[in-house]
């Protein structure tokens, strides 16, 4: 399965898609990512699915599973930089 790197932290709250951010390298996976797209954020399991791409720049958005959870890695409402996403 592929893997991006988020690079800047973004909040993660419960229920709300959160930004993924991505370096020059990564952003040319955007191209290949399709809504609906089940995602793992690494540290922590958490699963959501990609809701939104930005294929002219460098970020796409994941809402979490269920609206009583999150899309977070090992830091509790939010998905810090340097967390790696699985889709």
């Given at each position: 399965?592929?893997?991006?790197?988020?690079?800047?932290?973004?909040?993660?709250l419960?229920?709300?898609?959160?930004?993924?951010?991505?370096?020059a390298?990564?952003s040319?996976?955007?191209?290949?990512?399709v809504?609906?797209t089940?995602?793992?954020?690494?540290?922590?399991?958490k699963t959501?699915?990609?809701?939104s791409?930005?294929?002219l720049?460098?970020?796409?958005e994941?809402?979490?599973?269920?609206?009583?959870?999150?899309f977070?890695?090992?830091?509790v409402?939010?998905l810090?930089?340097?967390?790696?996403?699985?889709?």
């Amino acid at each position: 399965m592929p893997t991006v790197t988020n690079q800047v932290a973004a909040p993660a709250l419960r229920g709300q898609g959160v930004r993924v951010t991505l370096n020059a390298a990564d952003s040319a996976n955007l191209a290949t990512m399709v809504l609906g797209t089940v995602c793992t954020a690494s540290g922590s399991s958490k699963t959501g699915t990609i809701v939104s791409i930005d294929t002219l720049g460098n970020s796409f958005e994941v809402s979490p599973i269920s609206p009583a959870t999150r899309f977070d890695g090992t830091a509790v409402g939010q998905l810090a930089a340097a967390v790696t996403v699985t889709y």
